[in-house]
């Protein structure tokens, strides 16, 4: 197989095409839900929308994932809680904090940014896959989550899971030839990009709204968020 050439097209046209519809159709998303409006208030307000905003931010971003015991998190799932956020941690230094990763984004934004030492990121990226393994193992096994898991959860994890395993390998010159692994991997970040927006993966453009607005909910009414 001439790997240049499909390096090549996955790396050019192929790219820009499914990085096109990653940003329309998560657009097209946001849109929808911006235009399902903001419902006004009906009661008077007894506590500080702002201020449960700021709290629902500070405990599910900051506080929360480090803090196992608050309200039994990590003893109701150990597995999900420790796998599901040293996935979470691993994805975004790898995507974001990664060096060939932000020289991508400089070349599309503009702009770069600093970034983590290779050994720092490459550990984590370890961590993040060997978490997804457990998770899947876990999803597969678990007598509740099996049953409410079909092929779309299954397919949201391998298209995650392919762009980490082949990033990885690649980095670490593994099994196949350079141009192969490189190929492979973005190929994996193509499709990945096209699944995004027609998938339950594009809630991590929601969970911050989500988050304001159940902060605002909580703050409005004067209860603890």
Do not use: C
């Not at 009661?43 to 039994?72: C, D, E, T």
């Not at 393994?133 to 409410?148: D, E, G, M, Q, T």
């Not at 190929?187 to 594009?202: H, K, M, Q, T």
Request: aromatic letters at 16%.
């Amino acid at each position: 197989m001439n790997w240049q050439a499909v390096l090549e097209f996955a790396r050019g046209p192929f790219f820009y095409a499914a990085l096109l519809f990653f940003v329309g159709g998560m657009v097209y998303r946001l849109v929808t839900v911006i235009a399902l409006g903001w419902s006004k208030d009906r009661v008077p307000v007894k506590g500080s929308k702002a201020a449960g905003v700021v709290k629902s931010f500070l405990k599910g971003i900051l506080i929360w994932p480090f803090i196992p015991w608050v309200k039994n998190t990590f003893n109701r799932n150990p597995i999900i809680y420790v796998g599901g956020g040293l996935f979470h941690l691993g994805l975004f230094v790898v995507v974001l904090l990664g060096a060939p990763h932000m020289l991508v984004f400089k070349s599309l934004l503009g702009f770069g940014w600093s970034t983590l030492a290779l050994p720092i990121v490459d550990w984590l990226a370890a961590a993040a896959i060997a978490a997804m393994i457990v998770l899947l193992v876990n999803r597969a096994s678990h007598p509740v989550l099996k049953l409410i898991s079909g092929p779309a959860e299954y397919m949201a994890w391998l298209v995650v899971f392919l762009p980490m395993v082949t990033g990885y390998m690649m980095t670490h010159h593994l099994w196949l030839p350079y141009e192969a692994l490189y190929s492979l991997h973005m190929l994996a970040v193509d499709f990945l990009l096209i699944w995004i927006p027609l998938s339950r993966i594009s809630h991590f453009m929601f969970y911050f709204i989500s988050r304001a607005i159940h902060g605002q909910e909580f703050g409005k009414r004067g209860v603890s968020v």
